[in-house]
């Protein structure tokens, strides 16, 4: 245990915290991934922080595992305490890069304070941006062999024989027949929910990179607006 633990932390001068926005499908997980391994940080997604509690047996896990049982939603506060936890651990003394938190404004103001204590840099909000046309060509191209399973994207990553697996050479199929819409609707609520968040962090430190190139292009994009 360090000797700083009991005492107002001092986040090393090189720290760095990150929140990750994007719609689904803007490939978010991937560059969460690679920015925490390129800045030797945690990522920290909402779900894992959530199911780490429940795993551990906490009461905040109880009552969080209680609340989602009967298939409620958890409130900004009990989401909040969950935070605060994840974000006093050790790991996260150098920096975290938070994918999914805050999802409110209430959430952002609790996560200004709560660095404010932590003796910590107020977060640096990346969004990664792709239009709406590209996410739907990117969802609904999918395609899969209901042999094998192997999984086809018509744009990216097309089978050798037009609608045949490569392996079996039966046809592909499409999960979902309505993929447009569900796509369309799904982002009109993520934009419902994330306006207000990117209006309120707009004046402060927020970049927006555009996600529409291959994850290296994207990766290389971030590191260019941060440098
Ligand atoms: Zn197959």
């Known amino acids: 245990m360090s000797s700083l633990a009991s005492t ?25 991934e690679r920015l925490a391994k390129h800045f030797g940080i945690p990522a920290i997604s909402t779900g894992e922080m959530i199911r780490a509690e429940v795993r551990a047996g906490t009461e905040l896990g109880r009552t969080a595992a209680g609340v989602m049982v009967t298939g409620g939603l958890l409130s900004d506060e009990l989401v909040n305490q969950i935070v605060r936890s994840r974000l006093g651990k050790e790991d996260c003394r150098g920096g975290f890069l938070l ?15 709560l660095l404010a204590e932590l ?10 941006d792709v239009p709406e046309a590209l996410l739907i ?8 062999c209901p042999q094998c399973g192997a999984i086809y994207n018509l744009s990216t990553h097309p089978p050798k024989k037009a609608g045949l697996c490569d ?14 819409e569900t796509v369309r609707n799904r982002l009109a609520a993520y934009q419902r929910s994330t306006a207000p968040l990117i209006e309120h962090y707009s004046g402060r430190s927020y970049v927006r990179v555009d996600g529409s190139g291959s994850p290296d292009e994207v990766f290389q994009a971030i590191l260019a607006a941060l440098a």
Request: a neutral charge; glycine letters at 8%.
């Open 8 to 32: 107002p932390a001092h986040a090393p001068a090189t720290t760095r915290t990150f929140l990750l926005l994007g719609p689904p499908g803007c490939g978010k997980g991937t560059q969460a």
């Open 99 to 113: 994918d999914g938190y805050p999802r409110t404004v209430p959430q952002a103001e609790y996560l200004a304070a």
């Open 119 to 128: 003796g910590m840099p107020q977060p640096l909000v990346l969004h990664i």
């Open 137 to 144: 060509e990117r969802t609904c191209n999918r395609r899969y």
């Open 167 to 180: 392996s079996c050479h039966v046809e592909l199929k499409q999960r979902d027949d309505d993929c447009e």
